[in-house]
């Protein structure tokens, strides 16, 4: 079972030509960034928010300039370490129908190389625009799967850092 599961995916590989094995590995490095960013909200954000928020609090003063300036720059620190590789995943997102793209070229190239070599033998014609069709199709579902952990985490990103700011006070 578990044998030809692996033989359908490696021969679906093959159809799809190299291109597809790095689409692949960018569809991988982007939701195992995703996966880390859902797991830092789950473990280390509240921890972030509650030491951030006990120093701030713990000042004496929170009203002159200087003051201002120690907030603004917490909120900065706390925002990068908020965001993480969002913007990496965002840029797996792009890259994956680029690399489909890629993968069209490649195929249609090998489609036509065929017609030249073999004077427009459907078989080996067959086999170029496999190549050429799967790569676009599996950029796309990769992009649009990265696309929504990445809007629920650009959303949850946005409304955490506005949060924050939220707790850091200055009325007192």
Not at 33 to 56: A, G
Not at 61 to 89: F, N
Request: net charge negative.
């Amino acid at each position: 079972m578990l044998g030809d599961a692996y033989l359908a995916i490696i021969r679906f590989m093959e159809m799809g030509g190299d291109v597809l094995w790095l689409i692949a590995l960018i569809t991988f490095l982007m939701w195992t960034l995703i996966f880390e960013r859902f797991w830092f909200f789950y473990t280390e954000h509240k921890s972030l928010v509650r030491e951030s928020t006990e120093r701030w609090e713990g000042r004496d003063e929170r009203t002159s300039w200087s003051a201002h300036q120690v907030r603004e720059a917490m909120i900065s620190d706390a925002s990068d370490r908020i965001t993480g590789s969002l913007p990496i995943i965002q840029t797996c997102v792009a890259l994956c129908p680029l690399f489909g793209l890629l993968g069209t070229v490649t195929g249609m190239i090998a489609v036509f190389d065929a017609m030249a070599t073999q004077g427009g033998n459907a078989r080996s014609m067959a086999a170029g625009v496999s190549m050429a069709t799967i790569p676009t199709m599996s950029g796309m579902i990769a992009s649009l799967s990265g696309l929504v952990g990445s809007t629920w985490l650009r959303r949850k990103v946005d409304y955490e850092i506005e949060l924050f700011e939220d707790h850091l006070t200055l009325d007192h």
